[in-house]
């Protein structure tokens, strides 16, 4: 291609030649010192096209050779796994074979320490050596034979947390409120079941590795311990704890109050509530009233006059008022008089009857309510979900109870002003008989 190129520039330059009245021999040597040219470039690159062509072929040659010694040690290689397996596969067996029942011991060695760093988790001895279950993941997660040092490790966990267990321990550390705020608090360890501090009882949080205060505390009367042992000294002092590390607890806490109850209930429990308020109130009142006539009629006994401020006192002022000296019509004249004081004597008697016959029904009305929604319930939700059906099943049973609470005290009530009444009522006959026989002697 260089050489059509360069005579096509020779062509030109002869055109150019011919145009400038130039000599043809100045052209044809031209031609020539440019072909002796191109053939120097042509030589060149030759010589260098065979040199290359050499050093390609000495690189093919070193190659193969590395390629050669590559593969002899490829295969010197293999040979030496093959040797060193099977000499694996004999340390394997003869370790087997000498290790015998150590490696089922050391298999129950790795699951008790799995057993007690689940332990670790949720122990209240944490609170105070937190990180203690991460010196026992090595010993865990590998699968060779453990060493003595890890051995000892969890000889001395287990017994670290056996010793804590049997120990009451005051230190001060940083508690978490109910609401999310930390603070800083002397608190009372009681082995590995309960924590105490500012008056309430603890929980731990393996999340967070803190000592919570409960949500909700228990009744006053476990509240009441928990202040007298904090201010105890080492003398023995009464404490309420869970043995079951808090599974107890968390269950007495949910146990829902009075104030609870009551609101279980519902609105019919509200009603039985108030009727049995108003009916106690009033049933104390007549009491009251009852034992002040009691007091006023005794006194009355005792006297030789007539009093109008007790029923015995207007019985005996109406028959000192009368001067027929006829038996038959002094009785009907006692009688007048006594039948105006029973109903006063009797009143209210009637209406803590019919309160305590209508707390029960007002229950029953309570517990068909409760059942109705409950069945409601189960319509739309069916029966997968205990909890959906315990609101209706609470209002059944809580409200018969209300009914029955304050239907058995109202009796006792009624059994006792009528009784009381009776005595007074008793006293008004007793003592218009002996003034008819007094009169019937005169």
Known sequence: MKIVISFLLAILTCNSAWSGSNDLDKLLLDVKQRQILERKINRSREAKFLTEKQNQQQLLQAANAELHKQKKL??????????????????????????????????????????????LLHSMVSAQYPGRGEALDSLIESKALPTIDRLENLWLTLQHEMTESGKVV????????????????????????????????????????????????????????????????????????????GVMLSMLIQTPNTQERIQQGGVVGYIILMLGALGFIYAILRLFILANISKKMQQQMDSETASADNPLGRVLYATEQSSIEDTATLELILDEAITREVPKLEKGISMIKLFAAVAPLLGLLGTVTGMIATFQSISLFG??????????????LVTTML?????????????????RSKELVQILDEQSAGIMSRRAGK
Do not use: W
Request: hydrophobic share 40%.
């Open 170 to 245: 005051r230190f001060k550390q940083q508690i978490q409120s109910a609401s999310g705020n930390r603070q800083e608090a002397e608190i009372i360890r009681i082995g590995a079941f309960n924590a105490i501090a500012n008056g309430g009882y603890l929980r731990y949080s393996p999340e967070t590795k803190v000592l919570t205060s409960l949500a909700r505390q228990p009744e006053d009367r476990y509240l009441d311990l928990i202040d007298d042992f904090s201010h105890a000294d080492s003398s023995p002092a009464p404490l309420g704890i869970d043995p079951t590390r």
């Open 74 to 119: 490829s295969a010197q290689l293999k040979t030496q796994l093959e040797s060193n397996e099977e000499l694996l596969a004999k340390f394997a067996a003869q370790l087997k074979s000498r290790s015998g029942e150590l490696g089922e011991l050391f298999g129950v060695a790795r699951q008790a320490a799995g057993d007690l760093k689940a332990d």
């Open 383 to 396: 029966t997968g979900d205990p909890k959906l059906m315990a609101d209706g099943i609470s209002q059944a």
């Open 403 to 419: 009914g029955l609470c304050v239907a058995i005290p109202l009796l006792f009530l009624h059994n006792l002003l009528s009784s």
